[in-house]
Each structure stands twice: as structure tokens, then as C-alpha cells.
């Protein structure tokens, strides 16, 4: 027979125990004890601490550095747009102020009727001064109508397809056009040439002329309207036994930044070929 | 057929090329010549087919972008090609010097009958000046660009024609 066993007053009594350690605790009467026992693991805590948020970085970094990598690129993509639209906004501001100066010269001329035209190629042979523009015969253009800058005279059309026209510049070598000399009053022709340098020819030696004196279209020759503006002579030469003097121009153009033009379309240029007599004396 | 093609397809850009950019980046009055270079870069690869073909589209292509008469273009630039064509087999067969001798050739054919022609019509531009101002800078400038485009002229053929420059 298994004897009796009498129960164990133990674990009352560590529960006993336990209580009235956590009502001290609470009472904060442990306060000193546990300051006591707690203080030399203090920088045991806190050393494991910096230890472990060091390597949870180390775990997480690269993570943050494909994050970050991924945002700079998308920062970079915005900012290349931004760039382009400013680019693209930059190019509009000096359309529409090319287009406000046509369109002042077009109103202060309001007798001519314009189409404008924006210059897309230039001849690539080294020896004519040409342009090509995006309009043609199918919007009214023809060959030999002049075609102005805001400034002032650019030329006239050579050759015209449906949706495009060649223009002969004022600097072309074989471009000669009839101007005159203000305020002299005097006529003159104006050459270009391979370099572009325009010069005003067959001016006579009686007349005295000052740089900076204004150069416009006559209109004889029916070949370009009158009083249109082509520059300012710099310099004159005259020979003494000449019996013309010339002068050198500088256009109102500048040739080298056309972009857009316009072109008058209401003048028709004159043939005045049967009018010139045949030095064969033919009748 | 394809040769052709892809000639006119090069020589179109090229053309566009001149028109808008070379053009405006001149030595005096010289400026490089992209559709001759093109041309060359082609034409003097014996083993490559079309040659003529990309001759006469240089010539239509850069007879509609100037002022000159097309029909002068389109003998020049054929000259050209026939010139091109014969220096690897009658004179030498090393490209380094037949694509200069080549350039030279062909930018004072090409730029002297242009002379001529707008000299018989009374153009008053000198012999002097047209030599000075226009064909020696445009020779130095074609001098600088021809190996680059040679080059460059050389990769696109590999990718269209891979054995023939292989071959080459």
C-alpha cells in the first residue's frame, strides 16, 4: 500500500514570495535593489544595442541604396524633360518674336500681300547662295517674287516645286539688283559675291556718299518693289580715273540665322527682255 | 535591288546632312561634301555590289537640293563613281591611299565643273578666287572627314553585306 503523502506548502509559499516581491515592486520599494542589479548591465544592453541596429543597417542598406538608385534615376528623367521643355519653350519665345517682327514689317507695308515661308536647307554648293523654303506653287508662290526679311531684302524665288522654292539671296555672285542711295537720291546696282560681301557698283564720281548712308530697292527693272530696305554703305571707293565709284554694303540681313521669310506675293516681276535692244541690231 | 536601296537611303540622309548642318560650318567658303564621302565609302570596296547605282542616286539627290542643273550632277558624281570604282583595280589596291587619291579626285571634279559651268554662263567668280576660297579649304575639309565616314561607311556595309566585306 502506497502511504500517504501530506502536501507540499511549497508552492504557496514561492507564490506567497512572488506576490509580495511584485506588490514591493509596484510599491517601488524595489526600486534601489533593481538600480543596483541592473547598472553594470547597462552598458552591456547598450553596446548589444549599437551593435545589432549596426547590422540590421548593414542587412537593409543595400535595399535603400536600389531604392534611392531607382528615385535618383526617375529624378534625373524628370529633370532631362524639364530640360527639353525648356528647350522646346526657348525655341517658341524666338518663333513667336520672329513672327511679331514679320509681322510688323508685313503691317507697316500693308500695300503688299506676304506668305510666310521657313528656310529648310541651303544650296550645298559652295559657289551659289541659295535657300530652300517649305512653300511652293501649290500656296501661291512663283518664280521671281521677292522674298524680305523682318529686316529687310533676302532675295527672290529661282524655282519653285509644289511644296518648296529655291531663293537667290541679295550675296549670290550673279545676284544684281537696282537700288538707291539715300539721302543722295542716287541709283546704283547691287552686287553680290563668293564671299557674300554685297557692293553697290555704277554709282558716278559726282556724287559724294557718307558710311552709313541707307540702301534701298528702287523698283527699276520691275524686278523687286521699291523702298525696300537693304543696308547701310560702310565704306566708298573711288578711283581717279574711274568712272563709276563703288561702295561696300552691310546688309540689314543677316543671312547666316534665317529661319523664317516672307514672301510677297501680290508683285509680279516685269520681262523686260524684248525692250532691251539686240546689239545685232535686229529688229 | 537592295544595294540601290540602301544607297538611296544613305545617300538621302547624307544629302539632308549637308543641306542643313555642313553647310553652315564652312572653312572661308569650302565646305565637306557628305554625299561624296558617302559615295566613296562605298564605291571603293571592290567586293561591294550597286556602286553605279549609289552613283546616280548621289547625283539626283544632290541635283534636286541645288541650283546647278541636275543633269551636271548626275555626270559628275557618275565620274566619280567610275573613278572609284577603277583606281582599287587599275592603280592600287591599298584603300588608305585610294580613298585620299579618290577625295581628291572627286572634290576638284566636282567643284571644278561646277566653276565651269557657272563660268560659261558669266559668273563673275575667278579662277583664283574659286581655288583659294573654295576648293583648297573644301579638299582639307573632305581630307578630314574621309577616313571617319570611310569608317563608318565600312560598318554599315558589314551589316548589310557581311560576306562581301569579309571578304574584302
Do not use: C
Given at each position: 500500500?502506497?502511504?500517504f503523502?501530506r502536501?507540499?506548502?511549497?508552492?504557496?509559499?514561492?507564490g506567497?514570495?512572488?506576490?509580495?516581491?511584485l506588490v514591493?515592486?509596484?510599491?517601488g520599494?524595489l526600486?534601489p535593489?533593481?538600480?543596483?542589479?541592473?547598472?553594470?548591465l547597462?552598458?552591456v544592453?547598450?553596446w548589444?544595442?549599437?551593435?545589432?541596429?549596426?547590422?540590421?543597417?548593414?542587412?537593409?542598406a543595400p535595399?535603400?541604396?536600389?531604392n534611392?538608385?531607382?528615385?535618383n534615376?526617375?529624378?534625373?528623367?524628370?529633370?532631362?524633360?524639364?530640360?527639353?521643355?525648356?528647350?522646346a519653350?526657348?525655341q517658341?519665345?524666338?518663333?513667336?518674336?520672329?513672327?511679331?517682327?514679320?509681322?510688323d514689317?508685313?503691317?507697316?507695308q500693308?500695300?503688299?500681300?506676304?506668305?510666310?515661308?521657313?528656310?529648310?536647307?541651303?544650296?550645298?554648293?559652295p559657289?551659289?547662295?541659295?535657300i530652300?523654303?517649305n512653300?511652293?506653287?501649290d500656296?501661291?508662290?512663283?518664280?521671281g517674287?521677292?522674298?524680305?526679311?523682318?529686316?529687310?531684302?533676302?532675295?527672290r524665288?529661282?524655282?519653285?516645286?509644289?511644296?518648296?522654292?529655291?531663293v537667290?539671296?541679295?550675296?549670290?555672285p550673279?545676284?544684281?539688283?537696282?537700288?538707291?542711295?539715300?539721302p543722295?537720291?542716287?541709283?546704283?546696282?547691287?552686287?553680290?559675291?563668293?564671299?557674300a560681301?554685297?557692293?553697290?557698283?555704277?554709282?558716278?564720281?559726282?556724287?559724294?556718299l557718307?558710311?552709313?548712308?541707307?540702301?534701298?530697292?528702287?523698283?527699276?527693272?520691275?524686278q523687286?518693289?521699291?523702298?525696300?530696305?537693304?543696308?547701310?554703305?560702310?565704306?566708298?571707293?573711288?578711283?581717279?580715273?574711274?568712272?563709276?565709284?563703288?561702295?561696300?554694303?552691310?546688309?540689314?540681313t543677316?543671312?547666316?540665322?534665317l529661319?523664317?521669310v516672307?514672301?510677297i506675293?501680290?508683285f509680279?516681276?516685269?520681262?523686260?527682255?524684248?525692250?532691251?535692244?539686240?546689239?545685232?541690231?535686229?529688229? | 535591288?537592295?544595294?540601290?536601296?540602301?544607297?538611296?537611303?544613305?545617300?538621302?540622309?547624307?544629302?539632308?546632312?549637308?543641306?542643313?548642318?555642313?553647310?553652315?560650318?564652312?572653312?572661308?567658303?569650302?565646305?565637306?561634301?557628305?554625299?561624296?564621302?558617302?559615295?566613296?565609302?562605298?564605291?571603293?570596296?571592290?567586293?561591294?555590289?550597286?556602286a553605279?547605282?549609289w552613283?546616280?542616286?548621289?547625283?539626283?539627290?544632290?541635283?534636286?537640293?541645288?541650283?546647278?542643273?541636275?543633269w551636271?550632277m548626275?555626270?559628275?558624281?557618275?565620274?566619280?563613281?567610275?573613278?572609284?570604282?577603277s583606281?582599287?583595280?587599275?592603280v592600287?589596291?591599298?584603300?588608305?591611299?585610294?580613298?585620299?587619291?579618290?577625295t581628291?579626285a572627286?572634290?576638284?571634279?566636282?567643284?571644278?565643273?561646277?566653276?565651269?559651268?557657272?563660268w560659261?554662263l558669266?559668273?563673275p567668280?575667278g579662277?583664283?578666287?574659286?581655288?583659294?576660297?573654295?576648293l583648297?579649304?573644301?579638299?582639307?575639309?573632305?581630307?578630314?572627314?574621309?577616313?571617319?565616314?570611310?569608317?563608318?561607311?565600312?560598318?554599315?556595309?558589314?551589316?548589310?553585306?557581311?560576306?562581301?566585306?569579309?571578304?574584302?
Amino acid at each position: 500500500m502506497k502511504p500517504f503523502k501530506r502536501p507540499s506548502w511549497q508552492p504557496l509559499a514561492v507564490g506567497l514570495l512572488a506576490i509580495g516581491v511584485l506588490v514591493l515592486a509596484f510599491g517601488g520599494y524595489l526600486n534601489p535593489v533593481a538600480g543596483a542589479l541592473l547598472r553594470p548591465l547597462e552598458p552591456v544592453q547598450v553596446w548589444l544595442n549599437t551593435r545589432f541596429l549596426a547590422f540590421q543597417t548593414l542587412v537593409n542598406a543595400p535595399a535603400d541604396t536600389a531604392n534611392l538608385q531607382q528615385e535618383n534615376a526617375q529624378l534625373r528623367e524628370e529633370v532631362a524633360a524639364l530640360q527639353t521643355q525648356i528647350i522646346a519653350l526657348q525655341q517658341q519665345v524666338t518663333e513667336v518674336e520672329i513672327l511679331s517682327a514679320l509681322l510688323d514689317f508685313a503691317r507697316a507695308q500693308p500695300q503688299n500681300e506676304y506668305q510666310a515661308a521657313a528656310v529648310i536647307g541651303i544650296d550645298p554648293s559652295p559657289f551659289l547662295h541659295y535657300i530652300l523654303i517649305n512653300r511652293g506653287s501649290d500656296d501661291g508662290l512663283r518664280r521671281g517674287m521677292p522674298v524680305v526679311s523682318a529686316e529687310g531684302l533676302v532675295g527672290r524665288i529661282a524655282a519653285v516645286t509644289a511644296s518648296a522654292a529655291r531663293v537667290q539671296l541679295i550675296t549670290d555672285p550673279s545676284s544684281l539688283v537696282d537700288v538707291r542711295i539715300q539721302p543722295a537720291e542716287v541709283d546704283g546696282i547691287l552686287a553680290g559675291s563668293l564671299t557674300a560681301a554685297l557692293s553697290v557698283e555704277q554709282i558716278p564720281v559726282s556724287v559724294s556718299l557718307q558710311p552709313g548712308d541707307l540702301v534701298l530697292t528702287s523698283g527699276l527693272g520691275g524686278q523687286y518693289p521699291a523702298n525696300i530696305l537693304v543696308g547701310q554703305l560702310t565704306s566708298v571707293r573711288q578711283e581717279a580715273t574711274a568712272l563709276f565709284q563703288q561702295a561696300a554694303l552691310d546688309p540689314v540681313t543677316d543671312f547666316r540665322r534665317l529661319t523664317i521669310v516672307l514672301v510677297i506675293t501680290n508683285f509680279r516681276p516685269l520681262d523686260v527682255t524684248p525692250l532691251i535692244p539686240d546689239p545685232a541690231g535686229s529688229p | 535591288m537592295l544595294p540601290a536601296f540602301m544607297g538611296f537611303i544613305a545617300l538621302a540622309i547624307a544629302t539632308v546632312l549637308q543641306t542643313t548642318l555642313v553647310v553652315r560650318l564652312p572653312l572661308l567658303e569650302g565646305i565637306a561634301d557628305l554625299p561624296l564621302l558617302t559615295l566613296l565609302g562605298w564605291a571603293l570596296r571592290r567586293r561591294l555590289p550597286g556602286a553605279w547605282a549609289w552613283g546616280v542616286a548621289a547625283g539626283l539627290l544632290v541635283g534636286l537640293a541645288t541650283h546647278l542643273p541636275i543633269w551636271l550632277m548626275l555626270a559628275t558624281y557618275l565620274a566619280i563613281t567610275g573613278l572609284a570604282i577603277s583606281l582599287p583595280r587599275r592603280v592600287w589596291d591599298l584603300p588608305i591611299l585610294n580613298l585620299f587619291l579618290a577625295t581628291l579626285a572627286g572634290t576638284v571634279l566636282l567643284h571644278g565643273l561646277a566653276w565651269v559651268y557657272l563660268w560659261v554662263l558669266g559668273s563673275p567668280i575667278g579662277f583664283g578666287e574659286a581655288f583659294n576660297q573654295v576648293l583648297l579649304p573644301s579638299l582639307l575639309l573632305n581630307f578630314l572627314l574621309a577616313l571617319p565616314i570611310y569608317g563608318l561607311m565600312g560598318e554599315f556595309a558589314k551589316l548589310v553585306f557581311p560576306d562581301e566585306v569579309a571578304n574584302e
